[in-house]
């Protein structure tokens, strides 16, 4: 068994050890034990790639390792990775775990939960090692679906309503996806004269310019809805509202940079040219969300729907950085989605915790909370402060580096761009501090929250794990950054030559 | 041509009809009381049919070519067989409780397998004769069998319905038969078309036989016979109607179009093209309204019909091993999803959506089964219709249909809207009354669980399309 695919057995020995089990502390313990797992397992995947990549010569992808599936259509289970995929992997298992920490109490159909949970984490995993388009596509679907669950069953509000439109837009998506990839596989040259799924082919040997004209816009958008890039952002606040603490977490953490991701790895890797050509459409597009998300929040008094729309303009920024295609910019955006994956999974862990004691996420009912939950309060305040980018946490190191790349780029449009992307740092710093100043400082408003809970062993332990890492990130990026780094410089190299 | 071997080349066939004469044999010789026996030995005696189908046949000619064969044809009645066998398993309980108190459950299967064998015919065609003989006898009994669920006035509609709508088709059919045959002067399927094909009257009389197919496969618009008849007519018969007998005529669809009339391709595939997104997109549209689970499935399968459109029109060896692979996968899909109402039928006499709320409190593996089968109608991974849709886009695709692509994947997104109406009852939502928890008799449980391992097993493991795939490349 190879050292990729059991990061798809773990999860998946987990569900069936859930499907057999009873008793209701089981499943949580199952899940926490099975996550944890795979949390170390994918820390001990790192330090065996920094290994191999210290030894490798020029291979971008390591562990690579192929096994034939459907042979007419030239189908495999290809499976590989690189620092970028290697660190998103690690977001992906943290969230998880964290993700089960904060649903330690749900008390309807828990074990159906857990496995709804961790079977969406089994998508996302495979999504980040696959590396042939129809394997990827599979895991893609497989993400997104459990969804629909989740959020219909154990969500809160118009949770019908919000689950039915995420799972219509991102199915969707997947179907305009599913246009681009046949395009990529028809078009494409063939590889010892058979059509190729193969990632890592078609990148070597990109499609006729006019082809990827008319593939392009269906692969990008494909993903960038996921990404929740504006106009098609619409699913994801109510999605987020509505969908239950660990599900906004893992969702807004963790699929929404598979958007990201496979707009890189798919859409800009495997047509390049097009991307240089037409790539500007989708650049005023993020770079409108930016803002667009940014106001958005500002306008907002429900704590979820304003951290939804900071996702929103805070992916708009990943989207607009991947489309500058440099290495600098590219290595930011990277380093910005696993930073805000942090980010707003810890926000919407606090906010489940917020929510569970004062039964509201309205803003302007609360006050004073930090008196009463300090713990909660204080974490509250600092992943604030990470959030609109204060130095010594992940987002200003992300940022910083999105910027510089940004700002290498000299034609009008890109400034432009640019600069509306740093003006809304500020919109961020107001609604992050107005929020924090109106929920958790000031006299209490409501006598009744006097007599609210502290937090719990479980939620301590989900909140540190995260801020520790925000916090790691934001205080030593250079690993981090050299990660990602080597692993973008080949394939911006690649892009490069292939424009030539 | 001796003896031999038409009995070992058309095996099924003569055992089918062998059974057929068994049963007949029981019914007049067994007496009364003694008549549940037959039930459980009809079973029997298929299952060993359906057995020894899987024995690989061969490629033949039989009758001066009216009758022929080849590995892909046989491949074809082996899945029809499985289908049966799942429905035979399914109806077991409605047979015994509702038919066999009437003495109409030996009628029932005597019907059932008359229709299945002529199935065997209809493929194995060789001519239009040979062809037309199948086609009716694949019909009419099912009009029989669709006004069985006594007492109810819309079964008795259901069977008029399709007896008057079928015998429409039917002639129509046969007047577009007579005038091709007045153009070529044969009516042997080798060398049909020859030099006549792009003759006007021809063209014409192909229209006319074309409809009469579409007629069965309930495209759009020739569809409208399908909805009151697929609600009418008992649970059984609407699984056989719209799994069986529109499995069986999309296959000798593809046949047809593929070989016989492959000349007249320019003027099909234009027809083809229109009638998929016509039956895509309406079948769709109106399934989207539904609420009861029998109409629902009968729309969702009119709109899936649609997407096999697309492998015909990819055609090739290619195109053919993604319809047959689709349809395989289709049958298994489908007769889940009509076992599970059946039995919640069977235990409580509801068969409306709006019943179904909460049951997955109340029975978890029934609904789970339901929720697979409905995954894999949409297309969801990683159950089996993911692949067959894939394969099928693909193979579409692969010929350059990519507008036509485009509008099979917005269906497909539309789809799945319904798909996920009956599971958000089942599971997001609770009711004060829901059906109670249902007990279901071994038969069912074993028609059930042969549907969930398709499902699960037919896409992931891959030898399964390799296989067929190997069929169609020796076929064409």
């Not at chain 1, 500058?324 to 910005?336: N, T």
């Not at chain 2, 153009?183 to 074309?210: C, K, N, Q, W």
Request: glycine share 8%; hydrophobic share 55%; with cysteine.
């Amino acid at each position: 068994m190879d050292i990729l695919t059991i990061l798809i057995i773990i999860p998946t020995l987990t569900v069936l050890a859930l499907i057999f089990a009873k008793g209701q502390k089981s499943y949580r313990t199952i899940s926490a034990v099975g996550m944890g797992i795979q949390t170390v397992y994918s820390i001990y995947l790192l330090t065996r790639y920094l290994t191999e990549r210290a030894e490798a010569g020029g291979e971008t992808m390591l562990f690579r390792r192929t096994v034939e599936w459907f042979k007419p259509w030239n189908i495999n289970y290809e499976i590989g990775v690189d620092g970028i995929s290697v660190a998103m992997i690690i977001l992906t298992a943290i969230i998880t775990l964290t993700g089960v920490f904060v649903s330690w109490r749900v008390k309807e159909l828990p074990k159906e939960f857990f496995v709804s949970l961790i079977v969406l984490s089994t998508g996302v995993f495979g999504f980040f090692i696959s590396l042939d388009l129809f394997t990827m596509f599979l895991f893609y679907e497989l993400a997104v679906i459990p969804m629909y669950l989740l959020i219909g069953i154990w969500g809160s509000g118009p949770r019908e309503y919000a689950a039915m439109k995420l799972t219509l837009m991102l199915m969707g998506a997947s179907a305009l996806l599913l246009v681009g990839i046949l395009g990529l596989y028809y078009h494409s040259p063939m590889v010892e004269g058979h059509h190729t799924f193969s990632m890592m082919a078609i990148a070597q040997a990109p499609m006729e310019h006019m082809d990827q004209l008319f593939f392009f816009p269906f692969v990008f958008v494909g993903f960038a809805v996921l990404g929740a890039m504006f106009p098609f952002h619409t699913w994801s606040p109510d999605g987020h509202a509505s969908a239950p603490t660990a599900v906004s977490m893992l969702h807004a953490g963790v699929l929404m940079k598979m958007g990201g991701y496979g707009v890189f790895r798919v859409a800009l890797l495997l047509m390049p040219t097009a991307a240089h050509e037409i790539g500007w459409i989708f650049m005023i597009l993020a770079g409108g969300g930016i803002l667009y998300g940014a106001f958005g929040a500002l306008r907002q008094t429900d704590l979820k729907y304003i951290n939804a729309y900071s996702s929103v303009s805070h992916l708009a920024l990943v989207l607009f950085a991947l489309l500058l295609m440099d290495v600098v910019s590219w290595s930011g955006s990277v380093l910005q989605m696993i930073s805000h994956g942090l980010i707003t999974a810890l926000f919407f862990a606090l906010i489940g915790m917020v929510y569970e004691r004062t039964h509201t996420r309205d803003v302007t009912k609360m006050g004073g909370l930090l008196k009463i939950i300090p713990f909660i309060g204080m974490m509250y305040v600092m992943v604030g402060m990470a959030s609109l980018g204060l130095p010594g946490m992940s987002g200003f190191a992300a940022e910083l580096a999105i910027f510089v790349g940004a700002f290498q780029h000299s034609g009008t449009l890109e400034r432009v761009l640019t600069i509306m992307a740093v003006l809304s740092i500020v919109v961020t710093a107001v609604y992050i501090l107005r929020v924090v100043g109106k929920m958790l400082m000031g006299p209490v408003t409501n006598e009744a929250f006097k007599q609210m809970d502290k937090a719990r062993w479980y939620e301590k332990t989900a909140a540190i794990i995260l801020l520790a890492c925000i916090i790691g990130i934001g205080v030593a990026p250079g690993g981090l950054y050299k990660l990602i780094n080597e692993s973008v410089t080949p394939l911006i190299e690649l892009i490069q030559k292939g424009a030539l | 041509m001796n003896w031999i071997d038409i009995v070992t080349i058309m095996r099924d066939e003569w055992s089918i009809i062998g059974i057929l004469i068994l049963l007949l044999a029981g019914e007049i010789l067994v007496d009364k009381k003694q008549l549940s026996m037959l039930i459980p030995v009809a079973i029997g005696l298929f299952v060993l049919h359906t057995a020894m189908s899987f024995i690989p046949g061969d490629k033949a000619t039989l009758f001066g070519g009216m009758y022929r064969t080849n590995e892909m044809m046989h491949f074809m009645k082996a899945i029809l067989n499985v289908a049966v066998l799942i429905i035979l398993f399914q109806s077991y309980d409605w047979v015994k409780t509702t038919l066999l108190p009437n003495g109409m459950a030996n009628a029932f299967y005597l019907l059932l397998f008359a229709v299945l064998s002529g199935m065997y015919f209809l493929i194995s065609a060789g001519d239009f004769i040979m062809f037309f003989i199948g086609f009716e006898l694949s019909t009419l009994p099912i009009a029989a069998m669709a006004a069985f669920q006594l007492k109810e006035m819309r079964s008795t509609e259901a069977g008029i319905k399709l007896v008057l709508l079928a015998g429409l088709a039917s002639g129509i059919m046969l007047y577009g038969i007579s005038l091709m045959y007045a153009v070529t002067g044969t009516l042997y399927f080798d060398g049909f078309l020859s030099a006549y094909y792009h003759e006007p009257l021809l063209v014409f009389g192909f229209i006319l036989f074309l409809s009469g197919l579409a007629f069965k496969i309930s495209l759009v618009p020739f569809h409208f016979w399908a909805p009151d008849v697929y609600e009418g007519a008992p649970i059984a018969i609407t699984s056989l109607l719209s799994v069986v007998s529109k499995a069986a005529s999309v296959f000798i669809l593809m046949i047809l179009l593929l070989t016989v009339f492959k000349d007249l391709s320019d003027a099909w595939k234009m027809v083809l093209y229109i009638l998929a997104v016509l039956t895509m997109t309406i079948g769709n549209l109106f399934a989207l309204r539904q609420t009861n689970m029998k109409r629902f499935l009968a729309f969702s399968s009119i709109a899936q019909a649609g997407f096999i459109l697309l492998g015909i029109l990819a055609g090739g060896a290619v195109g053919a091993a993604t319809v047959i692979y689709f349809v395989l996968i289709y049958v298994f899909t489908n007769l889940g999803a009509f076992g599970v109402i059946q039995a919640i039928k069977d235990e409580s006499g509801k068969e409306d959506m709006t019943d179904y709320t909460g049951l997955y409190r109340t029975n978890p593996k029934l609904s789970l089964v339901l929720v697979l089968a409905l995954f894999s109608l949409a297309g969801i991974p990683p159950v089996a219709g993911f692949f067959g849709k894939f394969f099928l886009f693909s193979a579409a695709a692969g010929k350059g249909y990519y507008i036509l692509l485009i509008i099979a994947v917005i269906n497909v997104t539309i789809s799945l809207y319904y798909y996920l109406l009956p599971i958000r009852a089942m599971l997001l939502r609770t009711s004060e009354h829901p059906i109670p928890a249902i007990r279901s008799s071994n038969m069912m449980r074993i028609g059930l669980l042969i549907c969930v391992a398709g499902i699960m097993i037919l896409g992931l493991y891959s030898p399964v399309y390799s296989f067929v795939l190997g069929l169609t490349q020796s076929w064409l």
